[in-house]
């Protein structure tokens, strides 16, 4: 049983690294970016919560970490931009403002 859920999330998370690379990194249309970031995100920290669930670390760090990942998910999705330029994404560096210029071609982000 505990092999077949690690095949599974290993499986999942598979699939959302080659969805992340087909979606973020090679599409172009911005809009379907800026809708599927907030999910990709939340979902992708939904599986390492679980996966660090799987892994039954002590109680504290069970807890710290995932505590930990609420706030890094909202700051993900807050520091990540989306040019309507090139449709690359930008991201504010240690999670500060989120950025006003394109890191690729330097036109204003919206």
């Not at 679980?50 to 999705?77: C, D, H, N, R, S």
């Amino acid at each position: 049983m505990q092999e077949n859920l690690l095949i599974g999330f290993i499986v999942i998370w598979v699939a959302l690294v080659v969805g992340s690379v087909m979606i973020f990194q090679r599409g172009k249309d911005v809009a379907k970016k800026r809708k599927l970031w907030p999910i990709y995100t939340v979902f992708s920290n939904v599986v390492i919560g679980g996966f660090i669930i799987y892994m039954q670390p002590p109680t504290i760090w069970l807890v710290a970490i995932l505590v930990l990942l609420v706030p890094l998910t909202l700051l993900t999705i807050r520091s990540t931009k989306f040019c309507d330029s090139c449709g690359q994404a930008t991201r504010a560096p240690f999670f500060m403002k989120p950025p006003q210029k394109c890191s690729h071609c330097n036109k204003p982000l919206s």
